[in-house]
């Protein structure tokens, strides 16, 4: 009887001790469900010039090395297509789109991110933060970070402009 009571007595103060003080529950770190490398490339119809103009853009983004908790998985790729208006002085896209990745054991996830870029150190730095919104690693939260070199002045001031951009992609996706 007084076993239980020192028990009882001990939990109730180590309870109120944890709210006193403002000890919180451990915090679980997120599971990386995939990381992978790779390249992208972006083509423009008709070339980037100094001046906003409407152009198709299509990007091809290949994650040539992955790693995942699903161990099927080993590479991914991304195409994505649209018209929209960009420049040299303004040639990644921003705001919220969806980027599919296909992956190499036949699976898909298909990510809704919100784009932002920055423009540093003689690069175009574009990071879309999101959800995977259905197919593998659904409900997962989503990064996918390009960068491509600052498009070259005087190709963009070149009758064709800028027609295609090479530059490295990373995504990664983490479960809770």
């Known amino acids: 009887m007084i076993r239980q009571r020192l028990l009882a007595l001990f939990v109730t103060l180590a309870a109120t001790a944890s709210m006193v003080l403002g000890v919180a529950p451990v915090a679980h770190a997120a599971v990386v469900d995939v990381a992978c490398v790779g390249t992208t490339q972006v083509n423009y119809s008709p070339g980037l010039k100094i001046q906003p103009r409407s152009v198709h853009f299509i990007e091809n983004d290949l994650y040539t090395t992955c790693t995942s908790s699903d161990p099927t998985i080993k590479t991914g790729r991304t195409v994505i297509s649209f018209t929209t208006v960009l420049s040299c002085l303004q040639p ?73 951009q090479i530059g490295t992609a990373t995504v990664t996706i983490n479960g809770s």
């Open 92 to 164: 990644l896209r921003t705001g919220t789109a969806p980027n599919p990745i296909t992956w190499n054991n036949g699976q898909t996830s298909d990510l809704l991110l919100n784009y932002g870029a920055t423009f540093a150190d003689g690069q175009n730095i574009l990071v879309g933060n999101g959800i995977v919104t259905d197919g593998e690693f659904q409900g997962d939260s989503a990064k996918v970070v390009l960068t491509y070199a600052q498009p070259d002045v005087t190709e963009c001031l070149s009758p064709q402009g800028v027609t295609n």
